[in-house]
């Protein structure tokens, strides 16, 4: 696709990226009708089977399937998603007050995870086998063997039962960030460590890094200048990549963890609660969200790979 | 006679790999003096581009290297020196051109700016100052419109262009000492006699003394006064390139010269390829290491490493039959 | 033994190995090499910290809010966890190399069409999308081994496919094609061996992935439920008393991330020497 023109490219990548938010809405659509009664689940307990009937056909739930979708897919268009059944409000509106918190707190954590990563991970790749490059590496590792929301636990009981330093949930003040930001972000950055030291390793190697050495230029010139050139678009893309791993479900577990009012947390309430369209509302606009950043991170890939190749 | 530039005394550089000790070189010792020209030849393992690279300590990141022995350049012990010391030798006193120009300069930056720093490192000059000097230095080695390719990246240019690119890198602090590796091994032929003639005259111009590592003696022959011969991480013969090419005294140099077809020679004539593979030597060897392949090989030439003999006009050879050989003044057929 | 497995072994990767072996073992056996029965409560025994006695004798990793020994659970855990996991894994291996393959083989719009799918699926935000599922259909085990292979599925197509572009043109496969062998057979016995080695590396690492993403469903409550146990719910469960039972939530996460971790070592050490014997 890099041989397209730009436009080309990003109505192609726009469409693309339409495409799959649409699979995303009849994914849920299709969960969401057809699989289990939503009449019947939205009813009280004791309903009766005509209460609940009527129910259905106020919900337009005995038409056809592809009515159904359709009268879905064009409230969905015209940004109505429904009305949360457990806030009466609307559901889209539920969803996008939670968007905030959510979006801090990545943005937060992939700052911090794509510059922690990206200086060590250059600074390993630069020295191979040494203490510093050993040991960070083994710690990268377990960084991405545990699992996340255990990293955040095992936070809580250091710094906020232990050591008493900062509180244990909710968004009461910017130190509520800390922790919340730094599990992310140690995962996160374990794996733009890995991705960075690996690319700066691979450079290292080749024949142009050993002419700059040969001209005596210092080690930290070699790396800043010569070596950064060509690592740049790896350490883009991965740090766009773990964005989209973060969107995509590991920071909800986390702020799950840290009670962080943030979209994961209105998720696993809404699940609680049997709450179809904010549940259905926040994976479309999640999906959104990473749709999205994927679009960037390619559109970012080819710029920066067509300047690479300007001929 | 001046002291001499390059004084190495019995260089010996080894690899610690996973299959043990490798010793790229085992006891190279020769001289160059100010604006001199000597040419390594061997094949590939024969060790004349490890031992350039002894010089300036030029090994890979993962490379477990001892070396020993002195290096005396301007008087100074290079082995001696700090890495922070040495890399003010890098590049200001000593350069090297390396073998393959594409992959030699870094695909993302504009090659003038390859050539500046260097100048904004070693000489401390501002911005516009060293590209003004870059620009010139691209205009010395024949590249046409400096101004307007500054900015261009290595892709842009042809091989021969990258080469005199990277040999304008090298200059560019004007050092006393060129290391050229293969330089004209990666390029066409045609572009090859090109790059020589322009290293030929930068060496005129800025007073460079030269080495020229190459498996081509033709590519020596046209460049330097000396040739030095390598095999097995030793020199087996050294002289002037005259003596060298129409008195060789020691088998592997003339197997060599004999590998080089001659446009007068008889038409039919085949070729004799040195028989056997040039094996790299792990761990301790004894004897002559091209015994193994030399067909005057005796018993002396297994076991005992043999001396360097002196011919006088600074041939020797280091070969037990060099003497008998000498008396018979062998030429090429 | 073969000089790949001697390369292979060294003294720290037998730790790993080790560690593993152990963990298969409390799997297969169940509450075997359980000091108590998981189940049993003893209130007067409640939130004991590790190290420490009750009058049925000593709690190596301490207890529960009922009085549950902690080390008996987290090896009675193994079994579903593990079994989870690999299933979950196997699935999505299936899926994934079958697919792969297919792409890589017959090209063209095959190829794009599995490719188009593998990228919108990475694309999506499949942990939702997995919350979704399993609180519609319920949280089951068999619903959720349903939807991990979702997870990785992806991973192996696009290894496979790789794999297979580059086989298919190699020589061996040019001769069993020219020998008249179908195309399954040649995917079969040509193609599929020469792949396998990556594959399990491959394999290794996914396993250590569906095991953290089994964990982090069961932690949200959407996984599988109690009775039933897996390392994910029991770091669920130690979650509510962590200010005064630590023990309860981290030590069995301790026990997940050594097993994902040992997988992770593994298949570096298989990757590096297989990669470099291939």
Known sequence: MNHLSLPSFLLARLRDGLVVLFLVTVVIFVLGHMLGDPAALMSPVDASEQEIAHLRHQLGLDRSFAEQFASYFGSLVRGDFGQSLWQDRPALTVVLEALPATVLLTLVALVFAGLGGSLLGILAGARPESALDRAANFLSITALSVPNFWLGLLLIVIFAVKLRMLPTSGFSSWQSLIMPASALAIIHGARVFQLVRSATFEEMAKPYALVARSKGLPERLILGKHILRNTAVTMLTTVGW????????????????????????????????????????????????????????????????????AA | MS?????????????????????????????????????????????????????????????????????????????????????????????????DPLTSLNPVMPVGEQIAETLRFHRGLKKP???????????????????????????????????????????????????????????????????????????????????????????????CDFAQVMYGGRVVERGHIQDILTRPNHPYTAALLRLVPRIDGPVNRRFAPIPGQPAPIFGAARGCRFSARCEFADQRCHTDDPPAHDFGNHHVSACWLAQERFAATATIE | MTPLLQRFLSWGLLIWVGYLLMITLFALTGNEFAPYDPTRQQVVARLLPPFSSSSRGFHWLGTD?????????????????????????????????????????????????????????????????????????????????????????????????????????ALFVEAAVATGATDW??????????????????????????????????????????PATTWGLLIARGRAYLAVAWWLAILPGIMLGLTVLALNMLSRRFAATSGSAA
């Open chain 1, 242 to 309: 773990e964005y989209v791993r973060m969107m995509g479900g590991a920071a909800f577990a986390i702020e799950v963890v840290f009670a962080w009012p943030g979209i994961g947390q209105l998720m696993i309430h809404a699940a609680s609660r049997q709450d179809f369209p904010v549940l259905q509302a926040a994976v479309i606009i999640a999906g959104a969200f990473v749709i999205v950043t994927n679009g960037i991170v390619d559109l970012l890939y080819r710029t920066l790979d067509m300047r690479v190749r």
């Open chain 2, 3 to 99: 002291s001499p530039l390059l004084e190495i005394k019995n260089l010996c550089t080894q690899f610690h790999t996973a299959n043990g000790i490798l010793r790229a070189v085992d006891g190279v010792s020769f001289v160059l003096h100010d604006r001199a020209a000597i040419g390594v030849v061997g094949e590939s393992g024969s060790g004349k581009s490890v031992t350039a690279l002894s010089l300036l300590r030029l090994f890979g990141p993962l490379d477990k290297v001892s070396i020993s022995g002195e290096i005396l350049f301007d008087g100074v012990d290079l082995l001696k020196l700090s890495e922070a010391e040495l890399r003010h030798v890098r590049g200001r006193q000593i350069a090297v051109v390396f073998q």
């Open chain 2, 129 to 223: 100052a060293a590209r003004a000097r870059a620009q010139a230095l691209m205009e010395l080695v024949g590249l046409a419109e400096p101004a307007r390719r500054y900015d261009d990246l290595p892709e842009q240019f042809s091989g021969g262009m990258r080469q005199r690119i990277m040999i304008a890198i090298a200059i560019a602090c004007e050092p006393k000492l060129l290391i050229a590796d293969e330089p004209t091994t990666a390029l066409d032929v045609t572009v090859q006699s090109q790059v020589l003639m322009l290293l030929n005259r930068l060496r005129q111009e800025l007073g460079m003394a030269l080495i020229m590592i190459s498996h081509d003696l033709g590519v020596i022959a046209a460049t």
């Open chain 3, 65 to 169: 809010q009922l009085g549950r020994d902690l080390l008996s659970n987290m090896i009675a855990g193994a079994r579903l966890t593990l079994f989870i996991g690999l299933i979950s894994n196997a699935v999505g291996m299936a899926i994934g190399v079958a697919l792969g393959m297919i792409a890589g083989y017959y090209g063209g719009a095959v190829d794009r069409l599995v490719m188009r799918l593998s990228e919108a699926q990475t694309a999506m935000p499949m942990f939702l999308v997995a919350i979704f599922f399993l609180t519609v259909l319920g949280p089951t085990v068999l619903n959720v081994v349903i939807i991990l292979p979702s997870l990785v599925w992806p991973a192996f197509a696009r290894l496979v496919r790789a794999e297979t572009l580059r086989l298919r043109s």
């Open chain 3, 185 to 226: 057979s040649v995917l079969w016995s040509s193609i599929l061996p020469n792949m396998a080695p990556r594959i399990m590396v491959l394999a290794v690492i996914e396993l250590g992935h569906v095991m953290l993403a089994e964990a982090g469903l069961s932690f949200l409550g959407i996984g599988v439920q109690p």
